[in-house]
């Protein structure tokens, strides 16, 4: 669930995206899908296998933009919340909804 730095990218469905989160649980897509749809771009996600049915249903989520490296749009705080704020990584962690001005500062800081 954390931001990891590399540019991956693959196939959902046979189209071409770049991975935003792997493995991740339904609560996790439908949060991160609002968000990237929010800022405009198009998401594909898709089911990982399971083992067995004990395990819980997970997901991949990417976007059809090539060029989307999770990472360098939140700490670049180019997207936005849904109420016009700039994400924080601690927005986009699920965190905290607070999002203060410089991501170096924590909601304790303030």
């Known amino acids: 669930m954390s931001l990891g730095g590399k540019h991956l990218f693959g196939s959902i469905n046979e189209t071409r995206v770049t991975f935003v989160e792997k ?3 339904a609560e996790r897509v439908e949060f991160l899908k609002k968000l990237l749809e929010h800022n405009g771009f198009e998401v594909l996600i898709q089911e990982e296998k399971r083992i067995s049915e004990e395990v819980p249903q997970l997901y991949t989520i990417g976007v059809t933009d090539m060029v989307f490296n999770p990472t360098i749009w ?3 705080r180019k997207l936005m919340t849904f109420d016009g704020h700039k994400v924080s990584p ?3 962690n699920q965190r905290s909804e607070i999002t ?3 991501y170096w500062k924590t909601p304790k800081d303030s």
């Open 23 to 25: 493995k991740v649980t």
């Open 90 to 92: 601690d927005f986009w």
């Open 74 to 76: 939140v700490y670049q």
């Open 100 to 102: 203060p001005p410089q």
